[in-house]
C-alpha cells in the first residue's frame, strides 16, 4: 500500500490481526527482507512493514534523512492505520530509527528490540568511513554496493550464502544513489541513544551475532547489561534474519508474544 509523507510516497503493507508489531529493515535493504519471518509473526499480531525514506519503494525526501525524519515517515503511516501502541523491531538503520522513534513517543511503544543494532552514535572512525562512501558512490554505485552487502556477512557464510547474497545485492541496488547518501549522512549525525535506552519503561530487548563484522559483540552485550535489556547472542553476523535464520525466529516469537 502506498501513502504520502510530505512530497514522499511511502509504501508499507499490514498482514495479520491482533497487537501490531512494527518492522523496520536496515540500510540498503527494504521491507521484503522480513518475508521468511512475517508468516510466523503475524500468527497471532498485526505486522507492519515499512520502507524507510529512500529505500525499496519509498521515496526521498532530501539528501540529509536524519533518524528523526526517518521516525516521522513511520509516524505518517502509524497514524493513517490509527495504531497508539505497539511493540517494534528494527533492524541495523532500523533499530536507529526504533530509537528516534521511541523518544518521540515513548508511551507508544510496549516493547523495543534492536536486532544486529546499537543505541551508540557513530565513532569518527566510522563517520570517516561514512564520508569516503558517499563520495564512492558518487562514482562506482555499483561497485561499492555490492562489496557492502558482502561485508554484512561473517566471511565463512559468505560462500554458503552466495545466492542469498547476490540476490540482496539487486535488492540494495533499488535504493537510489540519493537514498544511499541521505541514510548515511543521517547515520553520521545520529545521537548516542544509550542512556535513553537505559531509562526507557519499555521491555527492551537486544540481538546481536557474534561474528557481526560491523559491531563489536561484547560491546553490544555490555549494552545490553546497562540497560536491563534481555541479550540473545547469535552465531552469526550482521544478517541474522539470513545466516541465523532457524534460531532468530524463535528468538522474535518470544520478543513479540512476550
Same mark, same amino acid.
Given at each position: 500500500?502506498?501513502?504520502?509523507?510530505?512530497?514522499?510516497?511511502?509504501?508499507?503493507?499490514?498482514?495479520?490481526?491482533? +497487537?501490531?508489531?512494527?518492522?523496520?529493515?536496515?540500510?540498503?535493504?527494504?521491507?521484503?527482507?522480513? *518475508?521468511?519471518?512475517?508468516?510466523?509473526?503475524? +500468527?497471532?499480531?498485526?505486522?507492519? !512493514?515499512?520502507?524507510?525514506?529512500?529505500?525499496?519503494?519509498?521515496?526521498?525526501?532530501?539528501?540529509?534523512?536524519?533518524? !528523526?525524519?526517518?521516525?516521522?515517515?513511520?509516524?505518517?503511516?502509524?497514524?493513517?492505520?490509527?495504531?497508539?501502541?505497539?511493540? @517494534?523491531?528494527?533492524?541495523?538503520? #532500523?533499530?536507529?530509527?526504533?530509537?528516534?522513534?521511541?523518544?518521540?513517543?515513548?508511551?507508544?511503544?510496549?516493547?523495543?528490540?534492536?536486532?544486529?543494532?546499537? !543505541?551508540?552514535?557513530?565513532?569518527?572512525?566510522?563517520?570517516?568511513?561514512?564520508?569516503?562512501? =558517499?563520495?564512492?558512490?558518487?562514482?562506482?554505485? !555499483?561497485?561499492?554496493?555490492?562489496?557492502?552487502?558482502?561485508?554484512?556477512?561473517?566471511?565463512?557464510?559468505?560462500?554458503?550464502?552466495?545466492? %542469498?547474497?547476490?540476490?540482496? %545485492?539487486?535488492?540494495?541496488?533499488?535504493?537510489?544513489?540519493?537514498?544511499? =547518501?541521505?541514510?548515511?549522512? #543521517?547515520?553520521?549525525?545520529?545521537? &548516542?541513544?544509550? +542512556?535513553?535506552? %537505559?531509562?526507557?519503561?519499555?521491555?527492551?530487548?537486544?540481538?546481536? #551475532?557474534?561474528?557481526?563484522?560491523?559491531?563489536?559483540?561484547?560491546? =553490544?552485550? &555490555?549494552?545490553?547489561?546497562?540497560?536491563?535489556?534481555?541479550? =540473545?547472542?547469535?552465531?552469526?553476523?550482521?544478517?541474522?534474519? @539470513?545466516? *541465523?535464520?532457524?534460531?532468530?525466529?524463535?528468538?522474535?516469537?518470544?520478543?513479540?508474544?512476550?
Amino acid at each position: 500500500m502506498i501513502l504520502e509523507h510530505k512530497s514522499a510516497k511511502i509504501f508499507y503493507s499490514v498482514t495479520g490481526t491482533g +497487537e501490531p508489531v512494527v518492522l523496520l529493515h536496515g540500510f540498503l535493504e527494504s521491507s521484503t527482507m522480513w *518475508d521468511n519471518l512475517i508468516e510466523d509473526l503475524s +500468527e497471532k499480531n498485526q505486522v507492519i !512493514t515499512i520502507d524507510l525514506l529512500g529505500h525499496g519503494q519509498t521515496d526521498c525526501l532530501g539528501y540529509v534523512h536524519t533518524m !528523526t525524519d526517518f521516525a516521522n515517515a513511520v509516524n505518517t503511516v502509524l497514524n493513517h492505520l490509527k495504531i497508539s501502541t505497539f511493540k @517494534i523491531i528494527g533492524h541495523s538503520l #532500523g533499530g536507529y530509527i526504533a530509537l528516534a522513534l521511541a523518544e518521540l513517543n515513548p508511551n507508544a511503544i510496549k516493547s523495543l528490540c534492536l536486532m544486529n543494532s546499537t !543505541t551508540e552514535a557513530d565513532s569518527k572512525d566510522r563517520i570517516d568511513l561514512r564520508n569516503r562512501a =558517499i563520495k564512492t558512490a558518487k562514482k562506482q554505485y !555499483t561497485g561499492l554496493v555490492s562489496m557492502s552487502i558482502s561485508n554484512l556477512f561473517f566471511e565463512e557464510n559468505r560462500k554458503t550464502f552466495a545466492n %542469498k547474497i547476490e540476490a540482496l %545485492k539487486i535488492e540494495a541496488l533499488k535504493t537510489p544513489v540519493q537514498g544511499y =547518501i541521505a541514510a548515511q549522512e #543521517g547515520m553520521k549525525i545520529r545521537p &548516542n541513544q544509550t +542512556e535513553f535506552f %537505559k531509562t526507557a519503561k519499555f521491555n527492551k530487548y537486544i540481538i546481536a #551475532g557474534k561474528k557481526d563484522p560491523v559491531l563489536d559483540f561484547e560491546t =553490544i552485550k &555490555n549494552i545490553s547489561l546497562r540497560c536491563n535489556a534481555t541479550f =540473545i547472542g547469535l552465531k552469526g553476523g550482521h544478517m541474522s534474519q @539470513i545466516e *541465523d535464520l532457524a534460531d532468530l525466529k524463535p528468538a522474535l516469537l518470544q520478543f513479540v508474544n512476550n
